[in-house]
């Protein structure tokens, strides 16, 4: 009997997901984005365009240039940053119009929450236009962007490869 109770509990407790406190530290390192490089493009709704063009990883930092265009207006341009720090990865980002007017109260910063085998997943750190942001590239030709909003929206942008 003891020991069908010892193997009952080792059952249930195999069968209980297991939570990933909020606060864990997720290590991660600027060259595991190394499949984010290369210029992608696609549409994203009234009649625009956003091209996301990823640099190689250098000197502990991988960067995109981003643009939303419409046929003959340049929309929003904004610079994406991240960085190596310590044994995980932060990203900084930050929009502004054209003419660099900011489009936000200044850049935002966010945290490594996942990553994996071509894809990656930050959280912000404070409160601002972004929850979270999230890139994958399930194909050698497509890139994806899971965007989720301060005010909680969420939305998947699909780029392809230019």
């Not at 960085?83 to 490594?112: N, V």
């Not at 750190?125 to 909680?152: K, Q, W």
Request: proline share 4%.
């Amino acid at each position: 009997m003891q020991r069908f109770m010892r193997t009952l509990m080792l059952a249930a407790s195999l069968s209980i997901p297991t939570v990933v406190c909020a606060d864990a530290h997720i290590t991660g390192s600027v060259a595991d984005l190394a499949w984010m490089t290369g210029s992608w493009s696609g549409p994203m709704g009234n009649e625009q365009t956003l091209e996301e063009n990823w640099v190689h990883q250098k000197a502990g930092t991988i960067a995109a240039l981003v643009r939303i265009t419409t046929m003959d207006s340049t929309n929003m341009v904004e610079l994406l940053v991240i960085e190596q720090q310590g044994t995980s990865l932060t990203l900084h980002i930050h929009q502004w119009s054209p003419d660099f007017a900011p489009r936000t109260g200044g850049p935002q910063t966010m945290a490594l929450v996942d990553i994996g085998e071509n894809s990656v997943r930050f959280k912000a750190s404070e409160p601002g236009t972004l929850s979270s942001l999230a890139y994958s590239r399930p194909t050698h030709d497509t890139f994806n962007i899971d965007v989720e909003t301060g005010e909680g929206a969420k939305f998947q942008i699909n780029l392809r490869a230019q």
